[in-house]
């Protein structure tokens, strides 16, 4: 994590006076406290919850119990199933309406655009009911297609993309029709390679969203064919007669640890990809 | 271009619209619509077909004191989480804007959480939050202090929620901000220095304005988060005690799947609907509007 | 218009499915379950499934864990409503009602065809049977069933000097001894916890009938809410908190409560004996187990979940669900099972098998849950069950965190309630 994730020239940056540093250093210590807390607790014996002692024996067996008593392997795997469906899929059908918006004459198309562009508000999980409903009806309960069909036109993708292949100049396309290239082929050859940051950025926004989503899965998932990582989670910290912390502790790390360690590992990226997705 | 290129191109560009349409149809046009039409039909008793009833389930709801303490709590959560979040936010990216021992690692601590599922989020927070066992009150104790129920007493719970959320949410909105803020050209911070301003005017009168933009935008996602995510209640409260932490889109999941009451949800929900397009209204006009200026 | 449509759609979805499900030779059963997913639960019962399979080749049986009873219905349900039902499921006893009215299931006396069968149907605890019976029915077989039972912490009676031996036997009793550990701990621990999220309903169950008192009508068209026996219930439990100061302020939550009598914050708790296992696994002092206290009489609500046969199913697939259930409550599987799991054996043929007659005397605690069972009532049971259960529990929970009183809350309740159920009063 060095200093250089924003590109910002000393010039421009400011000392601060001793004091915001500080509360800088208290607020930042005060955020990451409860994932710290996740962790001592996670790798200590339950004894130690909330006694804090340096000496305290470390132990995995909670992660071992969490393991063994939930099938979260089951889980990684159709959450990995369903990320990876939800994002390609979206590309597609983002990508395909984005290049209609952007470069072909449709009769009305700004308030077709406007309509799509509702979906930003009324988005599946508020629809809860008549979309399990049209879910029921077409045979998705209980299936990853299910969870993640509702997603796949995106109005949030279409827009960028839109955006993004509005900025690319005419005349690539002009020369790649010259050499004979077809409607698709254009836009596999030239609009696509240089969308690329915008599917870069759209991509890591829409992995988080689902990978993290809770409410829709829930709701059209029946078992643990189809249930993703956050409904397992759920169903595993809810249970009919209590609660062991430690474990909880253990899965609730397990669950996020995949995102967590890519976000690590790629913060630069994750942080431009929320902004390029979130500021025109 | 003649007349028929144009209409092969206008038919080439509907078959490009084709998947999403259809997708967006069925998702989000057709439930919309048969929301609205359920909210205007009682079911039928015991295998009696449906009636139409008119506005009767909206009277139903309004009578329903269950619902207005839910939308008052609804109100009150988005007023603690928004303005509270939103200054965090802008607070958290003042400070890493500036130069600052470790600032990578302060930004990283800020924006973590938001890459959390809420629920992960909340099993974490059950933990300071149980009483008598949890971290908050056993610090609490350890100062002399006696212990609050946090999730159960019904006048702290949802403050104990909108905290959550409020950690959960600042670091998002806190990089909007810090862009914003990157992109304000340095010459306005330097001619502020020759002349003398202090940094608090040069914060009201120029960057504060200068962030306007943000700002709204900010606030409309802000907004529409404080309704649609209700994912940290099936953990913490499940809306008690006695409604005290219920929200609307928990409330229409009750009402669906505790209740089976189907027609009392699309009642509901066609409630929010319409809140939601009142945020919609104020981001196609106003917020629009202005960045277009800016 | 659009119910139609999706009637059409189910149909024939159904019928695909159903031609899919004819063509095999084996039955096909699946059955949903209520665990929370993982532990010794979902183990035990893989195991029963393997055994019955083994014994049974023609039939194969599926189980669904689909998280806790509210959870499981929930997904039964959808399940149902996707053309894709279950052939039996084992849901929340209390689900009848619901079952009922979406006809989903069927009455076990209409599969019944031998005597030996009937003989079956009438072997079970009638404590049990009560949650499962309708017009002189039987739809629910018990299987995973609890009561609510007393946890107290002898290290913690001792210490306060109190007869570690003796857990209290009547209300005023218990607020006492509460009472006296508080004090006697400097406030470092509380008397007694009873837990109240999750359930609320079903604690202050047990509170109406220890004073004399049933909730609801046998045929769940009608509620007793605002009774005065009801009223004095309610104020008992809130006076635990607000007179003896025995019990925190607010409500106490169902999830972590076994997390504080483990680690010793109350003396003593109430819970579901399903909690019996794991305190024995987790508890590093001595702990007992009693019936709860009385006020005028012992009382508990019985709970947890009974096998349903599902009415969508073939007439074969109910003979294979019928044969798979007989199987599962047969004295030495229910006996296995209510060793390994801590719920009860459901027959009085159970608890003669010696397996069982060798547990209970080595471990005591485990016949507490079927002793109290002569003391047992059905669980809170009626149509329009979520919304009357919520209105109770809302109650409840109000008057705990003081901000209704009991009589003002249980009649704001009743109204609910009454409206709830307005369309089913006779």
Same mark, same amino acid.
């Given at each position: 994590m060095s200093t250089s994730s924003f590109p910002v020239s000393p010039r421009r940056t400011l000392a601060l006076p001793r004091l915001e540093t500080l509360a800088a250093w208290l607020l930042a210590v005060i955020w990451i406290f409860p994932l710290l807390y996740a962790v001592w607790a996670a790798i200590?014996?339950?004894?130690? /919850?909330?006694?804090?002692? !340096?000496?305290?024996?470390?132990?995995?067996?909670? +992660?071992?119990? @969490?393991?063994?008593? @939930?099938?979260?392997?089951?889980?990684?795997?159709?959450?990995?199933?369903?990320?990876? %469906?939800?994002?390609?899929?979206? +590309?597609?059908?983002?990508?395909?309406?984005?290049?209609? +918006?952007?470069?072909?004459?449709?009769?009305?198309?700004?308030?077709?655009? /406007?309509?799509?562009?509702?979906?930003?508000?009324?988005?599946? *999980?508020?629809?809860?009911? *008549?979309?399990?409903?049209?879910?029921?009806?077409?045979?998705?309960?209980?299936?990853?297609?299910?969870?993640? !069909?509702?997603?796949?036109?995106? @109005?949030? %993708?279409?827009?960028? !993309?839109?955006?993004?292949?509005?900025?690319?100049?005419?005349?690539? *396309?002009?020369?790649?029709?010259? *050499? %004979?290239?077809?409607?698709?082929?254009?836009?596999?050859?030239?609009?696509?390679? !240089? @969308?690329?940051?915008?599917?870069?950025?759209?991509?890591?926004?829409?992995i988080s969203h689902h990978w993290n989503n809770f409410l829709w899965p829930l709701v059209v998932t029946n078992s643990v064919e189809s249930r993703p990582l956050t409904v397992g989670l759920g169903v595993f910290s809810a249970p009919e007669t209590g609660v062991n912390w430690a474990t909880v502790s253990a899965a609730t790390l397990l669950s996020i640890a995949p995102l967590l360690v890519a976000f690590l590992l790629f913060q630069r990226q994750f942080v431009q990809s929320f902004l390029r997705a979130g500021i025109r | 271009m003649n007349l028929n290129a144009h209409r092969t191109m206008q038919l080439y560009g509907a078959l490009l619209l084709l998947p999403a349409a259809l997708l967006l149809t069925a998702f989000a046009y057709l439930p919309t619509v048969t929301t609205v039409i359920n909210s205007l039909f009682l079911p039928g008793f015991r295998g009696e077909p449906a009636a139409f009833v008119g506005l009767d389930n909206y009277r139903v709801l309004m009578d329903d004191p269950t619902f207005w303490k839910v939308a008052r709590n609804n109100l009150l959560y988005a007023l603690g989480t928004v303005p509270t979040s939103m200054a965090l936010a802008l607070g958290m990216a003042l400070l890493v804007n500036a130069r600052l021992p470790g600032r990578g690692l302060v930004r990283m601590a800020y924006f973590t959480p938001t890459i959390l599922p809420m629920i992960a989020a909340a099993n974490i927070w059950m933990f300071f939050y149980a009483p008598q066992i949890g971290l908050f009150n056993k610090l609490l104790g350890a100062l002399g202090f006696a212990g609050v129920n946090w999730l159960g007493d019904p006048g702290v719970a949802l403050g104990s929620v909108i905290v959550m959320s409020v950690w959960k949410e600042a670091g998002f909105f806190m990089i909007f901000y810090l862009a914003a803020l990157q992109a304000i050209p340095p010459e306005l911070k330097e001619a502020a220095d020759l002349e003398g301003t202090s940094r608090r005017s040069f914060f009201w009168r120029v960057t504060f304005p200068l962030l306007m933009p943000t700002t709204l935008f900010v606030l409309i996602n802000a907004l529409i988060n404080a309704v649609r995510v209700v994912d940290h209640l099936f953990i913490l409260t499940k809306g008690g005690p006695n409604n005290a932490t219920n929200l609307l889109l928990y409330y229409v999941y009750e009402n669906a799947f505790s209740f089976f009451d189907r027609t009392m949800a699309a009642t509901i929900t066609v409630v929010i609907l319409l809140v939601l397009a009142v945020v919609a209204t104020l981001k196609f006009t106003i917020l629009d509007r202005r960045t277009h200026y800016q | 218009m659009s119910s139609q449509?999706?009637? &059409?759609?189910?149909?024939?979805? &159904?019928?695909?499915?159903?031609?899919?499900?004819?063509?095999?030779?084996?039955?096909?059963?699946?059955?949903?379950?209520?665990?929370?997913?993982?532990?010794?639960?979902?183990e035990v019962v893989d195991n029963l499934v393997e055994e019955f399979e083994s014994e049974h080749p023609d039939i194969n049986v599926e189980a669904i864990y689909a998280g806790n009873y509210d959870d499981t219905r929930v997904r039964a349900m959808s399940a149902m409503e996707a053309g894709d039902t279950p052939q039996l499921s084992v849901l929340f006893s209390i689900d009848l009602y619901e079952l009922i009215e979406q006809n989903a299931i069927v009455a076990f006396d209409d599969l019944i065809e031998t005597e030996e069968e009937q003989a079956w149907l009438e072997s079970f605890y009638p404590g049990l049977m009560e949650n499962g019976q309708l017009d002189g029915k039987t739809y629910g077989i018990p299987f995973q069933r609890s009561t609510i039972v007393l946890f107290w912490n002898k290290d913690a009676f001792e210490a306060a000097g109190l007869d570690p031996e003796t857990p209290p036997e009547n209300w005023e009793e218990m607020a006492e001894m509460a009472a006296t550990v508080r004090e006697a701990s400097n406030g470092e621990q509380w008397g007694v916890m009873v837990p109240s999220t999750g359930y609320p309903y079903w604690m202050f169950q047990a509170f109406a009938f220890q004073n004399g008192h049933r909730l609801m009508s046998d045929d769940g068209t009608e509620v007793y809410f605002d009774d005065p026996a009801a009223v004095e219930a309610l104020e008992y439990w809130v006076s635990l908190a607000t007179e003896h100061n025995a019990m925190p302020d607010g409500t106490i939550e169902w999830g972590t409560l076994r997390q504080n009598f483990i680690e010793q914050s109350t003396a003593m708790m109430w819970h579901t004996t399903g909690n019996l296992t794991a305190v024995r696994n987790e508890a590093n002092f001595d702990f007992g187990v009693a019936m709860l206290p009385m006020k005028t009489q012992r009382g508990s609500p019985t709970g947890g979940g009974n096998f349903y046969i599902f009415e969508d199913a073939s007439e074969e697939e109910q003979r294979a669900a019928m044969t798979f259930i007989r199987w599962m409550t047969a004295p030495e599987r229910a006996a296995a099972w209510s060793i390994e799991t801590g719920y009860m054996g459901v027959s009085p043929a159970a608890y003669d098998t010696d397996a069982l007659q060798r547990y209970v005397a080595e471990f005591a605690p485990a016949a507490v849950a079927r002793d109290q069972l002569e003391h047992g009532t059905a669980e809170l049971s009626t149509y329009q069950g979520g919304r009357v259960r919520r209105a109770l529990d809302n109650a409840v929970q109000a008057a705990l965190t003081g901000q209704m009183s009991p009589a003002e809350a249980l009649s704001q309740a009743q109204r609910e309630a009454d409206a709830a159920l307005r369309r089913y009063a006779q």
């Amino acid at each position: 994590m060095s200093t250089s994730s924003f590109p910002v020239s000393p010039r421009r940056t400011l000392a601060l006076p001793r004091l915001e540093t500080l509360a800088a250093w208290l607020l930042a210590v005060i955020w990451i406290f409860p994932l710290l807390y996740a962790v001592w607790a996670a790798i200590h014996p339950p004894a130690y /919850m909330v006694r804090f002692d !340096l000496l305290a024996p470390l132990t995995l067996d909670n +992660f071992t119990n @969490a393991w063994a008593q @939930a099938p979260f392997a089951r889980d990684y795997l159709n959450t990995f199933a369903l990320v990876t %469906g939800v994002v390609l899929a979206q +590309f597609v059908v983002c990508t395909l309406a984005a290049f209609a +918006f952007a470069r072909f004459p449709i009769p009305g198309k700004n308030l077709l655009f /406007m309509l799509v562009l509702i979906q930003l508000f009324v988005f599946p *999980e508020v629809l809860i009911v *008549e979309n399990y409903r049209i879910a029921s009806e077409l045979g998705l309960i209980n299936t990853i297609t299910g969870i993640g !069909l509702p997603y796949v036109a995106s @109005a949030f %993708g279409i827009f960028l !993309l839109r955006q993004t292949f509005k900025t690319i100049p005419r005349e690539l *396309e002009d020369a790649a029709r010259i *050499e %004979g290239c077809g409607w698709l082929e254009i836009l596999w050859k030239v609009y696509v390679p !240089l @969308a690329k940051p915008t599917y870069l950025a759209y991509g890591l926004v829409s992995i988080s969203h689902h990978w993290n989503n809770f409410l829709w899965p829930l709701v059209v998932t029946n078992s643990v064919e189809s249930r993703p990582l956050t409904v397992g989670l759920g169903v595993f910290s809810a249970p009919e007669t209590g609660v062991n912390w430690a474990t909880v502790s253990a899965a609730t790390l397990l669950s996020i640890a995949p995102l967590l360690v890519a976000f690590l590992l790629f913060q630069r990226q994750f942080v431009q990809s929320f902004l390029r997705a979130g500021i025109r | 271009m003649n007349l028929n290129a144009h209409r092969t191109m206008q038919l080439y560009g509907a078959l490009l619209l084709l998947p999403a349409a259809l997708l967006l149809t069925a998702f989000a046009y057709l439930p919309t619509v048969t929301t609205v039409i359920n909210s205007l039909f009682l079911p039928g008793f015991r295998g009696e077909p449906a009636a139409f009833v008119g506005l009767d389930n909206y009277r139903v709801l309004m009578d329903d004191p269950t619902f207005w303490k839910v939308a008052r709590n609804n109100l009150l959560y988005a007023l603690g989480t928004v303005p509270t979040s939103m200054a965090l936010a802008l607070g958290m990216a003042l400070l890493v804007n500036a130069r600052l021992p470790g600032r990578g690692l302060v930004r990283m601590a800020y924006f973590t959480p938001t890459i959390l599922p809420m629920i992960a989020a909340a099993n974490i927070w059950m933990f300071f939050y149980a009483p008598q066992i949890g971290l908050f009150n056993k610090l609490l104790g350890a100062l002399g202090f006696a212990g609050v129920n946090w999730l159960g007493d019904p006048g702290v719970a949802l403050g104990s929620v909108i905290v959550m959320s409020v950690w959960k949410e600042a670091g998002f909105f806190m990089i909007f901000y810090l862009a914003a803020l990157q992109a304000i050209p340095p010459e306005l911070k330097e001619a502020a220095d020759l002349e003398g301003t202090s940094r608090r005017s040069f914060f009201w009168r120029v960057t504060f304005p200068l962030l306007m933009p943000t700002t709204l935008f900010v606030l409309i996602n802000a907004l529409i988060n404080a309704v649609r995510v209700v994912d940290h209640l099936f953990i913490l409260t499940k809306g008690g005690p006695n409604n005290a932490t219920n929200l609307l889109l928990y409330y229409v999941y009750e009402n669906a799947f505790s209740f089976f009451d189907r027609t009392m949800a699309a009642t509901i929900t066609v409630v929010i609907l319409l809140v939601l397009a009142v945020v919609a209204t104020l981001k196609f006009t106003i917020l629009d509007r202005r960045t277009h200026y800016q | 218009m659009s119910s139609q449509f999706s009637f &059409a759609m189910t149909a024939i979805a &159904a019928a695909l499915l159903g031609a899919g499900h004819a063509s095999a030779n084996s039955v096909d059963l699946t059955m949903y379950y209520p665990v929370s997913v993982g532990g010794a639960l979902t183990e035990v019962v893989d195991n029963l499934v393997e055994e019955f399979e083994s014994e049974h080749p023609d039939i194969n049986v599926e189980a669904i864990y689909a998280g806790n009873y509210d959870d499981t219905r929930v997904r039964a349900m959808s399940a149902m409503e996707a053309g894709d039902t279950p052939q039996l499921s084992v849901l929340f006893s209390i689900d009848l009602y619901e079952l009922i009215e979406q006809n989903a299931i069927v009455a076990f006396d209409d599969l019944i065809e031998t005597e030996e069968e009937q003989a079956w149907l009438e072997s079970f605890y009638p404590g049990l049977m009560e949650n499962g019976q309708l017009d002189g029915k039987t739809y629910g077989i018990p299987f995973q069933r609890s009561t609510i039972v007393l946890f107290w912490n002898k290290d913690a009676f001792e210490a306060a000097g109190l007869d570690p031996e003796t857990p209290p036997e009547n209300w005023e009793e218990m607020a006492e001894m509460a009472a006296t550990v508080r004090e006697a701990s400097n406030g470092e621990q509380w008397g007694v916890m009873v837990p109240s999220t999750g359930y609320p309903y079903w604690m202050f169950q047990a509170f109406a009938f220890q004073n004399g008192h049933r909730l609801m009508s046998d045929d769940g068209t009608e509620v007793y809410f605002d009774d005065p026996a009801a009223v004095e219930a309610l104020e008992y439990w809130v006076s635990l908190a607000t007179e003896h100061n025995a019990m925190p302020d607010g409500t106490i939550e169902w999830g972590t409560l076994r997390q504080n009598f483990i680690e010793q914050s109350t003396a003593m708790m109430w819970h579901t004996t399903g909690n019996l296992t794991a305190v024995r696994n987790e508890a590093n002092f001595d702990f007992g187990v009693a019936m709860l206290p009385m006020k005028t009489q012992r009382g508990s609500p019985t709970g947890g979940g009974n096998f349903y046969i599902f009415e969508d199913a073939s007439e074969e697939e109910q003979r294979a669900a019928m044969t798979f259930i007989r199987w599962m409550t047969a004295p030495e599987r229910a006996a296995a099972w209510s060793i390994e799991t801590g719920y009860m054996g459901v027959s009085p043929a159970a608890y003669d098998t010696d397996a069982l007659q060798r547990y209970v005397a080595e471990f005591a605690p485990a016949a507490v849950a079927r002793d109290q069972l002569e003391h047992g009532t059905a669980e809170l049971s009626t149509y329009q069950g979520g919304r009357v259960r919520r209105a109770l529990d809302n109650a409840v929970q109000a008057a705990l965190t003081g901000q209704m009183s009991p009589a003002e809350a249980l009649s704001q309740a009743q109204r609910e309630a009454d409206a709830a159920l307005r369309r089913y009063a006779q």
